[in-house]
């Protein structure tokens, strides 16, 4: 089976096609990405680069000051998308603009993080110590979310409300 029929289109919108635009960014700004002539390593690269973004922007979008949308309750979304197919096209798309927050926000960081490691050389530990911490966090939060989402899904439908 071809690795591109596995990809949803749901990781295209929110992760590759993001990711791809925040790579070529860094190559654009400077930065030494991998070449796009390597395709399978710019496209892992781009899809990392896109889950991070998508991680990154999920987070910031909590935070009210920055517009965050009211949460529906969960079951109201799942007999919604029953009643409007269209709905998960939406969700889609604005997760898409979520991970292009997430994206922004990683851009910003990284040049202004550039900035203080050209003055100062011997800070690319403490650079690379508090990304790792970071990703560590974000990845963490996500995993947590992910799981109680799943224990909803199968609660909902072992208590036979499906």
């Known amino acids: 089976m071809n690795v591109l029929e596995k990809i949803s ?7 590759l096609i993001p990711g791809a635009v925040l790579t070529e960014a ?31 922007g999920a987070l910031a979008t909590k935070i009210k000051a920055l517009g965050g949308a009211r949460k529906n309750r969960y079951e109201d979304f799942v007999k919604a998308s029953i009643e409007d197919k269209k709905l998960e096209i939406l969700v889609e798309t604005a997760n898409g603009y ?32 508090l990304l790792l911490a970071s990703l560590f966090i974000i990845f963490t939060t996500s995993y947590r979310r992910q799981n109680l989402f799943i224990e909803k899904r199968v609660r909902r439908i072992c208590d036979g409300n499906a």
């Open 26 to 56: 860094f190559r654009a700004a400077g930065f030494p990405v991998v070449n796009s002539s390597s395709f399978a390593a710019w496209t892992v690269l781009a899809y990392m680069l896109g889950l991070v973004s998508n991680r990154l």
């Open 98 to 129: 979520r991970t292009f927050i997430g994206a922004c926000i990683i851009f910003s960081l990284v040049n202004v993080s550039n900035y203080f490691v050209r003055i100062n050389d011997n800070s690319w530990a403490l650079y690379t110590a």
């Open 9 to 15: 289109s749901y990781n295209l919108i929110t992760n």
